[in-house]
């Protein structure tokens, strides 16, 4: 709450801001930017022709530099240990983070390595990158769920946030 017309926030307004801050940025990357840019590197190359690989690069780019500062924002405001009532979020909120990177060090060997002379498709760095995108994903969306019940313990709000994913997946 502000002060008495002093401009000043309260810590407990601030932690608030940051915490629905956190919420939509990771929202924003892993329900929004992370399927767009797989769809594109899917199913778009053959219309999009060399502009499938820069928009997928943008749009999962973009998505891990949300991660990134939205993990900053988690790490910030979360007060407690890994042992709390949300731990299973912050662990799984870690575990995604730290495949983020990970996932963009793939995405870039692949992207150095790739031939078109090449006979098949290697396991190392390309399936595991594919690989590694989907548990990702699948992990980060049960982590919007867990802290989305974290921050609002509300069936509904809950059913919304099943409809957004489920929407996304079919």
Not at 82 to 89: E, L, Y
Not at 96 to 102: I, R, T
Not at 104 to 133: C, E, F, M, N, Q
Not at 153 to 161: E, F
Request: charged share 10%; hydrophobic share 60%; with cysteine.
């Amino acid at each position: 709450a502000e002060y008495m017309g002093t401009g000043r926030v309260s810590i407990d307004r601030t932690r608030e801001l940051v915490i629905q801050a956190h919420g939509a940025l990771m929202g924003a990357a892993w329900i929004v930017l992370v399927p767009i840019g797989v769809i594109v590197a899917r199913s778009l190359k053959d219309a999009l022709g060399v502009w499938w690989f820069r928009l997928h690069v943008a749009l999962l780019g973009a998505a891990v530099a949300l991660t990134i500062a939205a993990f900053g924002m988690g790490v910030w405001y979360s007060q407690a240990h890994f042992r709390d009532a949300n731990a299973a979020h912050k662990i799984i909120g870690l575990a995604v983070f730290l495949a983020s990177l990970v996932q963009t060090v793939l995405g870039i060997v692949a992207d150095r390595l790739w031939s078109p002379d090449r006979g098949k498709t290697p396991v190392l760095p390309d399936k595991a990158h594919w690989w590694l995108g989907r548990i990702s994903w699948l992990a980060a969306a049960v982590n919007c769920f867990l802290g989305l019940y974290a921050y609002a313990p509300t069936a509904a709000g809950n059913y919304a946030a099943l409809a957004v994913v489920l929407v996304v997946i079919v």
